[in-house]
């Protein structure tokens, strides 16, 4: 079993990369269109490159519990994050138009991409990780739907075109080839390709998160208001862990699954929701306060629940 120590050492590159992203994005290097532009490469191009070349002969991915329970547990897990929030968001005396909402929606979902997939593939390897991107297709598919309600008001029409996007399409794909047993048959260039785009997506995924957040840096008395932060925090990585932790224990599921779910429950708040409060009329700034507050905890608290995670779990 890890030590704290060990784990701590493992999860401190993935945060140090999102540190010289906000780092590169404060000395000018990436700002303005490159900003939008490396964001665009990176979740149309390089993460679903990622997601073929870890789902394609995933042995893991061939039970069928590591496909069809994991995509269920993803959606419950998220779904019932944003509706808690919501609920503490209301006790703690948020109000719709202030910033109630955001805080449900940034609170409720757990970074399901670019942080655990490292630590998932540091621990355990290649097949775990393929089953992390299946769960996160019900996280995804949590996000475009009750997500969207929470923050807009909007119809669940919206929410589902939303998902035809090139990360649920080539996951989709890819899962299909492997159950056809077609794995085998596809050309050597198009896997080699593949791998070599993947792998730029993570660590410039990291990089781009670093980057997003660093605008809000320049006035750090704004970003940790203690209602929100302790709010927040007492929610993503307290209560939520427990959650998720009794659902690992209980729920009869793949070892794969089972590990899954012990690192979804130590993670902080998701960074998307940043972006869904700009376009849909939200409050960017409480997302901000939420991801930053859950993360800085995050990174003394993470491997203490991943430890105690894996010795209940295991």
């Not at 890819?174 to 794995?183: Q, R, S, T």
């Amino acid at each position: 079993m890890p030590t704290y120590w060990n784990l701590l050492q493992l999860i401190f590159p993935v945060f140090a990369l999102v540190a010289i992203g906000a780092l590169v994005r404060r000395v000018h290097w990436i700002e303005g269109p490159a900003e939008t532009s490396l964001i665009r490469l990176v979740v149309n191009l390089c993460y679903p490159c990622f997601i073929f070349d870890a789902v394609i002969g995933n042995t893991a991915l061939h039970q069928p519990g590591n496909v069809l329970l994991p995509p269920l547990l993803g959606f419950g897990t998220t779904a019932f994050g944003i509706g808690l929030s919501l609920y503490a968001g209301r006790a703690l005396r948020l109000m719709t138009g202030q910033g109630l909402r955001t805080f449900a929606l940034s609170t409720g979902i757990g970074n399901y991409g670019y942080l655990p997939l490292p630590i998932v593939a540091a621990m355990w390897g290649h097949e775990t990780q393929g089953v992390l991107l299946v769960h996160n297709l019900g996280a995804e598919v949590a996000l475009w739907t009750v997500g969207l309600l929470v923050m807009s008001g909007s119809s669940l029409r919206e929410g589902w075109r939303k998902l035809l996007n090139p990360v649920i399409v080539t996951l989709v794909v890819a899962l299909a080839i492997n159950f056809a047993g077609l794995a085998a048959y596809v050309p050597p260039l198009v896997r080699t390709v593949a791998h070599d785009l993947g792998v730029c997506a993570i660590p410039i995924g990291l990089l781009m998160i670093g980057v997003s957040l660093a605008g809000y840096l320049a006035e750090p008395r704004n970003l940790f208001p203690p209602r929100i932060a302790l709010g927040s925090c007492a929610l993503r990585l307290g209560l939520m862990p427990v959650a998720i932790l009794c659902v690992a224990y209980w729920v009869p599921c793949p070892v794969e699954l089972k590990r899954v779910l012990v690192v979804q429950a130590a993670m902080p708040a998701a960074v998307f929701p940043i972006v869904l409060a700009r376009h849909y009329g939200g409050q960017p700034l409480v997302a901000v306060q939420v991801v930053l507050a859950t993360t800085a905890l995050g990174l003394l608290v993470i491997p203490l629940w991943l430890s105690q995670g894996l010795a209940w779990i295991f």
